[in-house]
């Protein structure tokens, strides 16, 4: 078989492609040259395929050595080949798996029996024939006619060792998915995670919206924008960073249950948790603090894993997890105190905090207030030791700008964050819905951007004014779809749940 390692392997195996390149191409010179098209715009209508799943569902009780009598058409790439004397047996795969063809020389004629020979790994063919399962019980489709549908031109790597390197995976997804099952289950189960996110809410009476993803100001979180220009406008838009805000209008324009499934961009660090684009769900229910939240969260992800997962019990990083309910619930002040030792509270002198900090090695920006230096030990010394899934609660009011205050308990605010797997899962929390506290916070944050924090919210006057007219008590969640997908699958980076990651391009290099 002539399958080889994929590009950016080794210079010998780069040199073995181009040669093997140069043979597909003069075959595919010759089919030109003979009147063929190797590049058929149609092969059958899709009510007319059948899928490789489908059949081993429907001939599941063949006995080894018979035929059904039943003639079908099937497609897919060609995977793999075996020549016995005047017969050949080959693989070809679908989007439901695999089905074998048969292939012989007295049913198809000697000249057709050549031409399938000739083909290639990693073409595209549609055969019909006759529903078989062979004497060694493999299902099967005695082909009586085949098309070669689209030619391969370059050879696919090698099955087991083409892919070893991480980066070439995510570079050229399409052979990820094509040689490695496993890749093909990730991006499945994400699907998945998708539509039963979709149908917990819709079963709720939620309604899924689309809401701009250029915005004239980045809001409904702190993060570093990405900036573009709209020529015919005239102005500079940024790639949203949350839906946030545009989701609240809806709430003052009447709506009681919206969510969106939607992509956000922010200009920061890429990690093995961290995409500069990637996927969340946020949701507003109007009426609703966030103790109700907390409950109908734990509802959903529970239901949503279980449904993906086929149960509670998952595995990430060798660590057993439980998604059994209900989770723990504790303060971030406990948290701190419970799993770093550290005993303070937002009152605490800021040249404490401050040094409490610099003894850890946690790194603050110049502007960091009391709040802001809890959020980063937290963060940096308690949220990677929480596995089992824990609601952290009571945020500062100085990282939560749109959360409601938590009464009785200056500079903190009714917010929460789901941790599982040592990540947050999901953020919620108590809106705020007073306009003029609203625009204190607002200029708070523009202080902060104006000492030179990239991340600060900006001033936002038009939500303020959609504030002025009344928005109704209300609670929103924002549930991180990749780290989700993270957990059901126990992929523990996130460019492996989403299918064709960001990546520095390669220096020198003209193929991906």
């Not at 009598?69 to 080949?81: C, D, F, N, P, Q």
């Not at 149908?199 to 900036?227: H, N, S």
Request: aromatic share 8%; with cysteine.
């Amino acid at each position: 078989m002539e399958q080889v390692e994929t590009p950016g392997g080794t210079g010998e195996s780069a040199e073995r492609e181009n040669e093997l390149m140069k043979v597909r191409r003069s075959k595919l010179q010759r089919m030109l040259d003979s009147g063929a098209e190797p590049f058929k715009p149609l092969y059958k209508s899709p009510q007319e395929i059948a899928l490789s799943g489908r059949l081993h569902e429907q001939f599941e009780g063949l006995e080894p050595g018979s035929g059904s009598g039943k003639t079908v058409s099937v497609a897919g790439r060609l995977m793999a080949r075996r020549e016995h004397g005047k017969a050949a047996f080959a693989d070809l795969s679908d989007s439901g798996g695999k089905i074998q063809l048969i292939l012989r020389q007295d049913l198809l004629g000697e000249e057709a029996y050549r031409e399938f020979l000739d083909l290639d790994i990693g073409d595209w063919v549609g055969a019909s024939g006759e529903v078989v399962r062979s004497k060694r019980g493999e299902l099967s489709v005695a082909a009586g006619s085949f098309e070669l549908l689209s030619k391969s031109l370059r050879p696919l790597p090698e099955k087991w060792h083409g892919l070893k390197d991480r980066e070439t995976r995510y570079r050229q997804r399409y052979l990820d998915l094509l040689m490695n099952p496993r890749a093909r289950e990730v991006l499945e189960a994400r699907t998945a995670v998708v539509r039963e996110l979709r149908r917990f809410l819709d079963d709720r009476g939620f309604m899924e919206v689309e809401t701009p993803m250029l915005q004239p100001i980045p809001g409904g979180a702190t993060a570093r924008p990405f900036v573009t220009h709209h020529n015919a406008l005239g102005m500079d838009l940024y790639l949203r960073i949350a839906p946030e805000l545009y989701l609240k209008r809806l709430l003052v324009g009447g709506y009681d249950r919206v969510y969106e499934i939607n992509r956000n961009f922010r200009n920061e660090g890429i990690s093995a948790r961290h995409s500069p684009e990637f996927t969340m769900l946020e949701a507003y229910v109007a009426f609703v603090d966030y103790r109700y939240l907390m409950d109908f969260l734990e509802e959903m992800i529970v239901t949503v894993v279980e449904r993906v997962h086929g149960g509670g019990e998952l595995e990430f990083a060798g660590e057993p997890i439980s998604m059994t309910r209900p989770w723990r619930r504790l303060t971030m002040l406990e948290a701190l105190s419970e799993y770093a030792g550290i005993d303070v509270d937002l009152e605490a002198d800021p040249s404490r905090l401050k040094s409490i900090a610099e003894d850890n090695g946690v790194e603050l920006p110049p502007a960091a207030g009391s709040g802001w230096i809890v959020a980063e030990l937290y963060e940096k010394l308690v949220e990677p030791r929480l596995m089992q899934p824990t609601f952290v609660v009571d945020y500062p009011e100085e990282i939560s700008p749109l959360a409601r205050g938590k009464p009785g308990s200056p500079g903190l605010t009714e917010r929460f964050e789901i941790l599982v797997a040592g990540q947050e899962i999901a953020n919620a929390f108590s809106e705020l819905t007073d306009p003029v506290e609203q625009r204190r916070r607002f200029e708070q944050q523009a202080a902060k951007a104006a000492a030179g924090d990239e991340e600060a919210h900006r001033v936002d006057e038009d939500f303020i004014a959609a504030l002025e007219y009344g928005m109704p008590p209300a609670g929103g969640i924002g549930v991180g779809v990749d780290r989700l997908a993270m957990l059901v699958t126990g992929c523990q980076n996130i460019r492996d749940v989403i299918i064709f990651p960001h990546l520095r391009p390669r220096e020198g290099r003209s193929t991906p």
